[in-house]
């Protein structure tokens, strides 16, 4: 089974939200979605699911036109994380709601995972704590058995304990029941541990799809340099995360032979390679905006 | 549509519940005051149970409507195993057809034990009610699709009871709609098509209503209109439906003076709809 994303574009007050998005999500992953604040994560999780119509494209599944066949529709999960009707209501009406909604809602795990985490059954979801409100999201997501689950900052507000157990509980649902999940999350670190791959929106679409393991080319580093000034070629060939002094620590987008040459130079006291992570690709993806705002702090000062 | 309409109940089914005891409650005010207090209670009342009862759960359905918006229900719906049209028919079969039956319905049954020998007069003034209450509802309907925001919502719906609906309601018989005498023999002829057209006139507006449903993206929700090509249509509406309403209520001769007067009132109600519609940025500024 296959969700096929093609030439998704939305505008919203005339303004380009989305613009031909085209990606495909398939059985049993997870696949992070990332972007700059105001991206259009949510709008397209919305536009996807139904919310929203799109003013071009289609979504496609297993070949039938997902927005014209509405039974296709509980095969997809999403629901607006902050603003939604379900914080008016209490886990038990909740589940009568879903059973009616979702025909493979899995009753048995939700009574159990409600009673795992001590939620109060009978009490409405908005009178719940911040976190207690998003765990539940994501246990009414996942007990709908739908194919897809689509989850916007799932993990905001939830304190490292609980934030452990819904990670592992997001990847033994995957495992067991072959669930595809779609996380929106501007914490990349979080991503790391979590997702199969990333799909990056920017400039409207997704600009890129990429795995930590893919990008071999992005490589970080933590340097001192010798001289009095930072070498120029840095600032051109990467993007400085952070500067301390004459300690600088930095993400080349395209680690090529020559930069290599140029840090084994007599120009760099000490070069150490780290790790890279999502969040440094997604920096490196970011490159050339992060250099245009580097200027113009620099020119303001 | 059974999904539709399954799913919809199940949610609003506790509102269903307090609806129908108030129904209940309304019931047995109206039965007590048949038989224990006779000489007190209004005769009206007893009269005009059924109608009564279904206009108050129209309100409640027109809250619970507006109440969906605010709660993001509305929105949550789009994405489930129902089309936007099955919950349009659902929501006009569950909260404006079903309340007017199910409220005849207890009006007939209270008749039958109260009074008898009166439930066909009860039948026929239930009938015209549910007609003109459905009728009142389809306008709703449609504005209440079209607008966005809930407080247009409320205003537009207040401005459609004083300059549309009303009028069209006080059409008791159907030589009144044509202004020829074609049923001059029959009254009950003449009032049943008059309410046959009104009638007729409610399912186009509710085929309209649910058609523009079908079309409208839950991003519009801030937007005074919410399909842009209806901008310029609500706007020529407000002035004209406003001036005909003022020059049909006009008693004296009509004169120019006459005509400029009465377009005062539509041309300054015309500049508030544009406004709200358009949003126009005035820039007031001494700066060339």
Redesign the interface.
């Known amino acids: 089974m296959t969700l096929v994303v093609e030439n998704i574009s939305?505008k919203?007050q005339n303004k380009t939200v989305l613009h031909n998005v085209n990606f495909e999500l398939h059985e049993g992953e997870i696949a992070g979605l990332v972007g700059r604040n105001g991206a259009g994560k949510t709008?397209l999780f919305?536009t996807i699911?139904?919310?929203?119509?799109a003013d071009f494209g289609r979504v496609g599944l297993d070949g039938l036109e997902y927005h014209k066949i509405?039974?296709l529709?509980?095969q997809?999960f999403?629901?607006?994380m902050p603003?939604?009707?379900l914080?008016?209501h209490s886990p038990k009406k909740i589940k009568?709601?879903m059973k009616?909604?979702y025909k493979n809602f899995d009753e048995t795990w939700y009574d159990l995972e409600i009673k795992r985490f001590g939620l109060n059954n009978g009490r409405q979801i908005r009178n719940y704590s911040k976190g207690m409100r998003a765990l539940f999201m994501i246990i009414v997501s996942f007990a709908s058995r739908a194919q897809y689950v689509f989850l916007d900052e799932p993990l905001d507000g939830l304190d490292v304990l609980i934030r452990d157990q819904v990670k592992q509980m997001i990847v033994t649902q995957v495992t067991e029941h072959n669930t595809t999940v779609v996380i929106a999350s501007q914490n990349l670190i979080e991503l790391d541990t979590l997702v199969d791959r990333i799909l990056l929106l920017k400039d409207q679409t997704i600009d890129r799809t990429f795995s930590v393991e893919d990008n071999k080319n992005v490589k970080k580093y933590q340097l001192a340099f010798a001289g009095d000034t930072l070498p120029a070629f840095l600032r051109d060939s990467g993007t400085i995360i952070a500067q301390t002094g004459h300690i600088v620590t930095i993400v080349f987008n395209n680690f090529i032979e020559d930069i290599g040459s140029k840090l084994a130079g007599p120009d760099f006291k000490f070069v150490e390679e780290l790790p890279v992570g999502s969040e440094d690709i997604f920096r490196a993806s970011f490159a050339k905006e992060a250099y245009a705002w580097q200027q113009e702090l620099e020119v303001e000062e | 549509m059974r999904?539709s309409m399954?799913?919809y109940f199940?949610?609003k089914k506790s509102q269903f519940t307090m609806a129908l005891l108030l129904g209940l409650l309304l019931a047995v005010v109206s039965l007590t005051s048949s038989f224990l207090w006779q000489n007190i209670t209004v005769k009206y009342f007893n009269e005009q149970f059924g109608p009564l009862v279904s206009s108050i759960w129209i309100l409640i359905a027109a809250a619970t409507v507006l109440n969906?918006q605010i709660?993001?229900?509305e929105?949550?719906l789009?994405?489930?195993?129902?089309?936007r049209k099955?919950l349009f028919i659902t929501r006009v079969i569950l909260l404006i057809i079903l309340p007017i039956l199910v409220s005849s319905l207890m009006d007939i049954i209270l008749t039958l034990i109260t009074h008898p020998n009166s439930v066909c007069d009860i039948i026929a003034n239930d009938a015209v009610s549910g007609v003109q209450l459905f009728f009142m509802a389809s306008v709703m309907a449609l504005v209440y699709t079209l607008i966005g925001p809930i407080w247009m919502k409320i205003m537009t719906a207040i401005f459609m009871l004083i300059v549309v609906i009303s009028p069209i309601l006080t059409v008791e018989k159907i030589d009144h709609i044509f202004h020829i005498k074609m049923f001059e023999h029959s009254d009950v002829l003449q009032t049943f098509l008059a309410n046959v057209v009104i009638l007729f006139l409610a399912l186009i507006v509710f085929i309209f209503a649910g058609y523009l449903s079908t079309?409208?993206?839950?991003?519009t929700i801030d937007n005074a209109v919410r399909l842009h090509y209806f901008r310029w249509p609500v706007v020529i509406f407000a002035f004209v439906s406003l001036f005909i309403t003022l020059m049909v209520g006009n008693r004296s001769s009509l004169t120019i003076e006459v005509v400029l007067n009465n377009m005062i009132l539509p041309a300054i109600i015309t500049v508030v709809t544009f406004v709200f519609v358009f949003k126009p940025k005035l820039k007031l500024t001494w700066d060339k």
């Open positions: 939305k919203i709008t919305s699911s139904g919310e929203l119509l509405p039974s529709h509980d997809l999403y629901i607006n603003e939604n009707w914080s008016y009568a709601i009616t909604a | 999904q399954k799913l199940v949610i969906d709660k993001h229900l929105t949550w789009y994405t489930q195993n129902i089309s099955q079309k409208i993206s839950a991003d």
